[in-house]
């Protein structure tokens, strides 16, 4: 049984500080990795992307990969009150697109 | 916008119905697949259809069945409704089903079993 697990939170930060998100996976051929970030009552949108190893930024948000490890976070630097929402880590191996998700950590972004 | 859409955006429906929910796949996208999200949870694969073929299949009983069209649109149906049927169930279409490609989600089917 694929399990991708999340604290599911609330993660609290003050406006402008950094945000970390953290997820572990348990399968060990996992291959892409995703962040989405759902707002309430909305459907997911994806955030971020990631394949191989090391960090990967887009703007404000930066994934990082350990396979190693088994483990992938997201890093949101300047936090802002609208990032407020549940971030979705889903992870897949190579074998089409049934993602695993986890549970969602819950960002509340204080100003 | 994602350019998916569902319909219905809300439904209710008594324990032992049967319910059918529909996706229209965002243009060039032959793909779709269906996730349920129960609250507080991450949403869960059902199945993904290619080129109207079944391509994978998550834990789901199979009264949880679907279709996909020629235009590439697809449909969940789920019969003998029970209680925990009740979540959020999302479309997501992609180009080719690729696992590295990104999903595109509809903004969901809130469906509540009484």
């Known amino acids: 049984q694929k399990e991708v697990e999340q604290n599911s939170g609330p993660l609290s930060v003050p406006e402008g500080a950094i945000a970390s998100l953290n997820c572990t996976y348990s399968?060990?051929?996992?291959?892409?990795f995703f962040w989405y970030r759902q707002y309430s009552g909305k459907s997911p949108e994806l955030i971020m992307s990631?394949?191989?190893?090391g960090d990967k930024e887009d703007g404000r948000f930066t994934a990082q990969l350990n396979k190693a490890s088994q483990y992938v976070s997201l890093l949101i630097r300047d936090s802002q009150p609208s990032d407020s929402a549940t971030y979705l880590c889903?992870?897949?191996?190579?074998?089409?697109?049934?993602?695993?998700f986890g549970p969602g950590t819950r960002l509340s972004v204080l100003p | 916008e994602t350019g998916v859409t569902q319909s219905p955006t809300h439904l209710i429906k008594t324990r032992g119905q049967q319910v059918t929910l529909r996706c229209s796949s965002q243009?060039?996208?032959?793909?779709v697949s269906w996730y349920q999200q129960a609250l507080g949870q991450g949403p869960q694969f059902i199945f993904q259809?290619?080129?109207?073929?079944?391509?994978g299949r998550g834990n789901f009983p199979p009264r949880f069945s679907g279709l996909q069209f020629p235009n590439y649109s697809s449909e969940l149906n789920v019969n003998a409704l029970e209680l925990d049927d009740s979540a959020l169930y999302l479309c997501?279409?992609?180009?080719?089903?690729?696992?590295?490609?990104?999903?595109?989600f509809g903004s969901g089917t809130q469906l509540s079993v009484l």
């Open positions: 997501a279409s992609s180009w080719e089903g690729r696992a590295n490609e990104k999903l595109f």
């Open positions: 399968d060990r051929v996992s291959q892409s």
């Open positions: 990631i394949y191989s190893n």
């Open positions: 889903a992870v897949n191996d190579n074998y089409g697109q049934n993602f695993v």
């Open positions: 243009s060039g996208h032959n793909t």
């Open positions: 259809y290619y080129r109207e073929e079944e391509n």
